[in-house]
T-cell receptor, first 113, second 114 residues
Framework: KAGVTQTPRYLIKTRGQQVTLSCSPI?????VSWYQQTPGQGLQFLFE???????NKGNFPGRFSGRQFSNSRSEMNVSTLELGDSALYLC????????????FGPGTRLTVL | DQQVKQNSPSLSVQEGRISILNCDYT??????FLWYKKYPAEGPTFLIS?????DKNEDGRFTVFLNKSAKHLSLHIVPSQPGDSAVYFC?????????????FGTGTKLQVIP
């Protein structure tokens, strides 16, 4: 069974640009959550999608948005990039319903110059 | 507002000894707690969990203890092995806006010295 995949693995952008990250969950998983990891901050919850609907949202500005497709694949978009957006972005999938064990992808390392 | 706290950013332990990683939380409504392990360049992997109705869960070398009155949980690794060297995150599940949400701590980097 294939794990969670994220593309691209590494990305370099400049301030003001926008970026789209992609996540393919484990087959059969309907819930996809996105997290931002920065040194000293742990994993900060961005949002969760379930059956193409945003079910929950963290405390991030509106520049951060996402969506989920009918095949459960999810994308995250960050507009007007800032230096502080440099981080590892992780997505995690779970079957849905109750969030117990989540399966994480390897992450996308975003660097904003 | 950090609802899940791991106050020790790092821990060094000799191989074969016990590793104890600690986690404190502030939200008494959390109903499920998890530990994840993360190696560099990889995503976190699930390690062990515990429901709020229990006070201990064991899986091989890993045991998680929950003290609800103190809002404290700990992960014990016995015996510690060099392959256990990684960053460990504790996480707590709670409800937000009618749906479940998982809140992670900041992580503790464990180094097991051979």
């Amino acid at each position: 069974k294939a794990g969670v995949t994220q593309t691209p693995r590494y990305l370099i952008k400049t301030r003001g640009q926008q970026v789209t990250l992609s996540c393919s969950p484990i087959s059969g998983h309907r819930s996809v959550s996105w997290y931002q990891q920065t040194p000293g901050q742990g994993l900060q919850f961005l949002f969760e999608y379930f059956s193409e609907t945003q079910r929950n949202k963290g405390n991030f500005p509106g520049r951060f948005s996402g969506r989920q497709f009918s095949n459960s694949r999810s994308e995250m978009n960050v507009s007007t990039l800032e230096l502080g957006d440099s981080a590892l972005y992780l997505c995690a999938s779970s079957l849905g319903g109750s969030i117990n064990e989540q399966f994480f992808g390897p992450g996308t390392r975003l660097t904003v110059l | 507002d950090q609802q899940v706290k791991q106050n020790s950013p790092s821990l060094s332990v000799q191989e074969g000894r016990i590793s104890i990683l600690n986690c404190d939380y502030t939200n008494s409504m959390f109903d499920y707690f998890l530990w994840y392990k993360k190696y560099p360049a990889e995503g976190p992997t699930f390690l062990i969990s515990i429901s709020s109705i229990k006070d201990k869960n064991e899986d091989g070398r890993f045991t998680v203890f929950l003290n609800k009155s103190a809002k404290h949980l700990s992960l014990h690794i016995v015996p510690s092995q060099p392959g256990d060297s990684a960053v460990y995150f504790c996480a707590a599940r709670g409800n937000s806006g009618g749906y479940q949400k998982v809140t992670f701590g900041t992580g503790t980097k464990l180094q097991v010295i051979p």
